[in-house]
């Protein structure tokens, strides 16, 4: 029963530390990151607030050190997925009850347990499993978990003082009901923070939900869990299942009881499971909310006047921060040819300049790729490039995996606007650039829009506003998120609300309140104070 207008702590975003030489934070991570290297840990099943092993278990290894063995996960059996959708169902009984201001506190409480005590061990954990380097490590699984967190409880309230017009004869008002069912959160391995705001977020408007995390994401998905659960959240509301995706996802989508898919990751798999949720629509009680956010052919694209340091750093940064494994990385160029030389030696200047190796020495800027089936599928497209005629790699084109899982960054220069690695997504460090006549800039705009089926995140760099304007117009439908001047990374919660349409997903921008309002269903309630008893309307007199 609420006995007050609650207002929530206003959102702000989590300051990023430097993790410079001498600074305490250095020194921090580093420790958290050693002691956890040389421990093992276990990562239970979490149904219904308890551990739950399995007979079945499979090792966690480093990409960058994949011989190394830092821990193991429980595999799911079919029983293991019932039992977590039955938990979470009895669980809504009272979880979808409980008043708002008391699911906020709960979310509020667990980003400053991230901001505060669980900083360094999130981020270790991070770096050690998902090969990011330290400043990768801190903007996500750090801050950006921390400001998906608070921003959503703002959101939420924003949303609930949404309310109709009322009248002296009638009081309207609109309640923000969770789904009725259950909810189903897929999550990705190159993201910490989204791994942890696809079912927190569905939780605090009162969803309750299975978790699927990605396999290779499994070591700090335990550590939100933990943080979760520290925070209060009660037993049954998100619960935990890792194994066989395809027999997860079957169980979960036959159910009755399904309401909501909230998913990241690839293309394919996410036009799979649309596809299986038609194919059961008359099984459920409800018709499901699906929102996806997947995959992407990021461009930047340069007109004559932009600055070519501005365009070198852009292209090198898009496309090699965590070694292109965003799904925002530029992974394709478009450079005018009266800059390209002068882009050209830049961008060799700085990939030269690059270290590589354990996120643990933290000069390096560029660590391993997340495990050998992505290794593998880009070796074959750098081999490729090696041998076709219209394409020159110009940078990097070397890979190893003796150890870890490294691919060095790639630059491939192609003649042909529509070469593969123009369109295909690669999700890794390589890059490919077509460099363009000055005089083709609008029918270069055309070929931005139509190379590729995503549609997620590009830049346009110039100086030329009427250019600018001409590219903002002409690529508004082939970029969810669109920056001027700048690479196409970096999305802020609160700043930029992130996602992209046509094959890359439903475009719902995770944080924002366009997406929590995915996860409610309204109702609306009319109270007339003075209620008629007569049913003649003044038309009817004589």
């Known amino acids: 029963m609420g006995k007050g207008f609650f207002n929530v702590p206003i959102a702000i975003n989590e300051p990023v530390k430097s993790y410079a030489p001498g600074t305490p934070e250095r020194d921090a991570v580093l420790k958290a990151y050693k002691d956890m290297y040389a421990s093992k840990v276990d990562v239970p099943l979490y ?96 801050c950006e978990l921390v400001d998906f967190l608070r921003f959503n409880v703002q959101y939420m309230t924003e949303i609930y003082s949404e309310q109709p017009k009322s009248t002296s004869d009638a009081w309207n008002r609109v309640e923000y009901r969770p789904l009725e069912g259950f909810t189903y959160a897929v999550t990705p391995f190159n993201f910490t923070a989204i791994a942890g705001n696809l079912p927190a977020c569905m939780a605090l408007m009162g969803n309750v939900v299975v978790w699927k995390p990605s ?21 049954g509301v998100i619960n935990v299942v890792f194994g066989d995706p395809v027999m997860i996802s079957e169980t979960v989508l036959s159910s009755p009881d399904f309401s909501g898919l909230h998913f990241t990751g690839s293309t394919f798999v996410f036009k799979e499971l649309w596809k299986q949720i038609g194919n059961n629509i008359h099984n459920y009680k409800t018709y499901p909310r699906i ?7 990021d461009f930047i694209m340069a007109h004559n006047t932009a600055i070519p340091k501005q365009v070198s750093t852009a292209i090198v940064r898009g496309a090699f921060e965590y070694q292109g494994q965003k799904c925002s990385a530029a992974s394709r160029a478009y450079i005018p040819k009266s800059l390209w030389a002068e ?77 593969t690695t123009m369109h295909t997504e690669l999700f890794g460090p390589v890059i490919t ?9 609008a029918d270069t705009l055309k070929l931005v829009d139509s190379t590729s089926e995503y ?36 999305a802020v919660v609160g700043q930029q609300p992130f996602g992209g349409a046509r094959a890359s997903g439903t475009n719902d921008k995770a944080g924002s309140p366009q997406n929590l309002l995915r996860w409610v269903s309204t109702r609306l309630i009319k109270e007339t104070f003075v209620t008629p008893t007569n049913y003649r309307y003044p038309f009817l007199g004589e």
Request: charged share 25%; proline share 4%.
């Open 47 to 142: 149904i219904n607030g308890q551990y739950v092993t399995t007979e079945n278990t499979k090792t966690m290894s480093p990409p960058h050190d994949h011989k190394h063995i830092v821990g193991t996960y429980h595999l799911a059996k079919k029983k293991h997925v019932d039992e977590a959708i039955a938990t979470a169902l009895e669980a809504r009984k009272t979880w979808s009850l409980m008043p708002w201001e008391q699911r906020a506190a709960i979310f509020l409480k667990a980003a400053e347990l991230v901001a505060g005590p669980y900083r360094y061990k999130i981020n270790a954990a991070t770096m050690i499993a998902q090969s990011k380097n330290i400043f990768q490590a801190e903007i996500d699984a750090a």
């Open 215 to 235: 396999d290779s994401q499994v070591y700090s998905a335990k550590i939100i869990m933990d943080i979760f659960e520290e925070a209060g959240v009660p037993p």
């Open 291 to 297: 929102v996806g956010e997947t995959g992407g052919k």
């Open 343 to 419: 882009v050209k030696n830049f961008i060799l200047e700085d990939v030269k300049s690059f270290k590589m190796g354990s996120p643990e020495d933290m000069g390096n800027f560029i660590t391993a790729v997340i495990h050998e089936g992505s290794f593998d599928k880009l070796a074959k497209y750098i081999d490729a490039a090696k041998k076709d005629a219209d394409a020159e790699i110009i940078a990097g084109g070397n890979y190893d995996k003796s150890k870890g899982y490294f691919i060095e960054p790639t630059v491939i220069v192609t003649t042909n606007p529509n070469y």
């Open 433 to 441: 650039i077509y460099v363009y006549e000055d005089d083709a800039y």
């Open 455 to 490: 549609a997620l995140t590009g830049a346009i760099l110039a100086t030329d506003r009427y250019a600018i304007t001409q590219a903002t117009t002409a690529l508004q439908n082939c970029a969810g998120n669109f920056y001027i001047n700048d690479k196409c990374t970096g």
